[in-house]
């Protein structure tokens, strides 16, 4: 039990004095944590009240089942702007079917992740290696930090396929009309952040920013909204575009509940589209047009009607069945994200007419001598029908508005096997890369506190938490870095205060929901960016260029990469594990191979990197890696190379110390090596062998055919038993080899002289 449920060994232990660590370290991250988990929740697509729901649960899930006492589970950036670009494509970000894709995905992470816990394969994440997540890290950093330009600067503008076409969109909508106060409260914001965190790191910035904009937003009465008759707008062509953009919202509707209830039948026809057509030759296959006509035939066969009786929605069911709803779907959501633009493109003025009333125009077009205060507004599009007799005018900043009252209820996710299947890769993804971001902080907290952490059982606890999460309205979550570090610089002791945490979320949830509604949305794209901005590592850059230039390079690539990806994160993740595997096999392929001579500190050395000179006679080649079917023919081309370099060559050395792993291939192609070499008439000799490829060729005959007499423990004592030998008819005054086995004489005799001292000493 305390295996799986860790928790049992710190609950065995507490005592008041960690309570009270842990108490203050959880009120200090959940101040941290409600402002956070609301933006988050909006990266990602949601409303807002989501994030709350993501930091009930899973933070105490993750505590109890963790391995890590201080990692702070909860929504992070990341995560949350991977589950945007993974459900955009499939759902209108905020829709009910997005809202139910994004419970599936959580809870495919969570299966993902308690998977490879239960299986230990922790190590998988070493697939993300170091470069990868740096390059990654930096580039997802950025991507989201101008994500949030359009709230800060609040102006609307709609996602465009990559993220640097909506930042284009976004600065050229800003050079046109902004609104000040926006700016204001989310740079005074941003700039309070800063200024209390380099003042006093354990102050709650965050909550105190937050705190502050809020009351100011509702004293100034900032979010100004008015609900008007679209009659009162001169428009002509209004009424027909917001008909136009319920239209398409109740066809993306109708399409999505058609899909899931015709989901068997889909199912049916995809399998018989991957079957031979009985009826014709067994090569053809059946297209989705051939399908639909024998469906046609045989409802007529079946209903004894002929095919013209049969209406329209049964042709519609056929087509869907065949796939084309798919592309109802993606074609609905262009033209509904058009609308909204343009929607929210008129720029409207509230003119007061002669009669009193007040209506609305353009505002250019606003007629001569009116009276107007050129306050401009803008109609509020979002993903819900818009009403012609209560449409919503914006004429301020964007708040945060209302956020229901309440726990979540218990709901098992919606299960769709189509969706699961599309999601299932973005969700390995995400596992992979969220519990990259939540190891990374948890190993340096148990450096720094001297526990143990073991990768497996996290990734049990971080699949937990988002199982039991999915079950409560929870999107995908992970272990925050910025949380983390708060909570451990707060003097946390165990995975309670996390629990603590959870419990003011709940408080905040049943009581305090009302204060909410006047948080401005520019505080809350300041809250992310102060986040995220802090991830961004250019150091490490400069540190990993100095250690591999080739790990600095996939860096700077994988960096690229996902920049232009954006908003598909996992693209550019993919690439740089990719280059990463790449690059791996290709040093695997092309082993370090050298031919060694003394050094002046008595060791063999690689004689062209330190410009030495070698024997004539005798040839020293290292190896340094596998031998295995992916090498053997390089290895062998490179000691054949050796070997016609040096005409006068009698015996070959093979320095084995760096060889761990032989297979069968590397194997045959060693037989093959040595009896070529013997052939040609060179003596070939072996030192430094491991008990494991000992074992490989003892088992394989090969060990008898080298002969035990020309296998050394050490290169040393090879030099010393066969260079008498080699050099007895030749005439060499100064051979390289030489040196060590005078050295190794002096030393030996120092030695015995030694002893013999100690001998005759008298007790």
């Not at 899930?61 to 702007?81: C, D, H, K, Y």
């Not at 209506?359 to 012609?388: E, F, M």
């Not at 060590?740 to 004489?745: A, E, H, L, P, R």
Request: some cysteine; overall charge positive; glycine content about 6%.
């Amino acid at each position: 039990m305390r295996q799986f449920l860790p928790a049992i060994g710190w609950m065995a232990k507490y005592n008041t004095d960690t309570l009270r660590h842990d108490l203050v370290g959880g009120l200090t991250v959940a101040l941290v944590l409600i402002p956070q988990s609301m933006a988050y929740a909006q990266l990602a697509g949601l409303p807002p009240y989501y994030g709350l729901y993501a930091s009930f649960l899973p933070p105490i899930v993750a505590a109890l089942f963790g391995s890590s006492r201080q990692l702070a589970t909860g929504p992070v950036a990341v995560v949350s702007m991977m589950t945007a670009a993974a459900l955009e494509p499939m759902a209108v970000a905020g829709s009910q079917g997005y809202i139910e894709y994004a419970i599936l995905l959580a809870l495919l992470v969570g299966i993902v992740q308690f998977g490879l816990g239960l299986l230990h394969l922790g190590v998988i994440v070493n697939l993300l290696s170091h470069p990868v997540l740096l390059g990654f890290t930096n580039a997802a950093s950025i991507v989201i930090a101008t994500s949030q330009l359009g709230k800060f600067l609040g102006v609307p503008v709609e996602k465009a396929p990559h993220h640097f076409e909506t930042v284009w969109h976004t600065i050229q909508q800003a050079l046109d009309y902004v609104y000040w106060p926006t700016i204001a409260l989310g740079a005074g914001a941003l700039g309070g952040m800063l200024f209390l965190r380099w003042l006093n790191p354990r102050l709650p910035y965050v909550l105190i920013a937050v705190a502050i904009t809020t009351l100011i937003s509702w004293k100034c009465n900032y979010g100004q909204d008015k609900v008007v008759n679209v009659k009162q707008i001169v428009c002509p062509e209004l009424p027909r575009l917001i008909k136009e953009f319920n239209r398409q919202l109740s066809t993306i509707a109708t399409f999505n509940q058609t899909r899931s209830v015709l989901k068997p039948e889909i199912q049916k026809i995809k399998k018989e589209k991957s079957q031979p057509c009985s009826r014709c030759h067994p090569s053809r296959m059946l297209t989705p047009s051939s399908l639909i006509e024998e469906n046609l035939e045989k409802n007529r066969r079946e209903s004894q009607v002929p095919i013209s009786s049969i209406g329209p929605k049964q042709i519609l069911s056929l087509h869907l069945m065949a796939g084309v709803i798919d592309e109802f779907i993606a074609d609905a959501k262009r033209r509904l994200v058009n609308l909204r633009a343009k929607l929210m493109e008129y720029e409207f003025v509230e003119v007061k007419e002669r009669d009193g009333s007040v209506r609305y125009h353009q505002r250019y077009r606003v007629p001569y001598g009116v009276q107007t205060d050129w306050h401009v507004w803008r109609i509020k599009a979002g993903n819900t029908p818009l009403s012609l007799d209560r449409l919503v005018l914006s004429g301020g900043g964007a708040v945060l508005g209302h956020v229901p009252r309440g726990l979540p209820s218990f709901s098992k996710p919606c299960w769709d096997l189509d969706v699961a299947r599309k999601l299932l890769f973005p969700a390995f993804v995400i596992s992979l890369v969220g519990f990259m971001e939540a190891i990374s902080i948890a190993k340096v907290m148990a450096a720094k506190s001297g526990q143990r952490l073991d990768p497996n059982q996290e990734l049990v606890g971080q699949g937990l938490a988002n199982i039991t999460g999915s079950f409560f309205q929870s999107y995908a979550v992970s272990g925050s870095f910025s949380r983390s570090a708060v909570n451990f610089q707060a003097g946390a002791k165990t995975g309670l205060s996390n629990i603590f945490a959870s419990v003011v979320v709940v408080i905040v949830m049943l009581f305090l929901t009302p204060f909410l509604y006047y948080l401005p949305q520019s505080v809350l794209a300041a809250v992310i960016m102060m986040a995220v901005l802090g991830l961004i590592n250019i150091k490490g850059v400069k540190h990993i260029f100095r250690v591999s230039v080739s790990d600095g390079i996939i860096c700077i690539i994988t960096f690229i990469a996902t920049l232009a990806f954006a908003p598909h994160l996992d693209k550019g993740v993919m690439l740089g594990v990719v280059l990463s595997l790449g690059v791996f096999f290709y040093r695997l392929m092309r082993p370090s191979i050298a031919v060694l001579s003394l050094w002046k500190d008595g060791h063999f050395r690689n004689a062209r990197k330190f410009n030495l000179d070698t024997c004539r006679h005798m040839a020293i080649i290292r190896f340094d890696g596998p031998f295995f079917f992916a090498n053997i023919g390089y290895l062998e081309d490179e000691v054949l190379k050796i070997v016609r370099e040096m005409p006068e060559l009698k015996a070959i050395i093979f320095k084995c110390n760096g060889i761990n792993i032989i297979d069968a291939s590397g194997e045959e192609a060693l037989e093959l090596l040595v009896e070529r070499l013997r052939a040609a008439g060179y003596q070939v000799y072996f030192s430094g062998l491991k008990e494991q490829i000992l074992e490989v060729l003892e088992r394989s005959s090969l060990y008898r055919k080298i002969g035990p007499e020309n296998i050394f423990p050490t290169v040393s004592k090879a030099v010393e038993y066969i260079w008498p030998k080699i050099h007895e008819k030749v005439e060499e005054e100064k051979c390289p080899l030489r040196f060590v086995i005078q050295k190794k004489v002096t030393d030996m005799e120092e030695q015995d002289s030694h002893y013999q001292e100690e001998w005759n000493r008298p007790m």
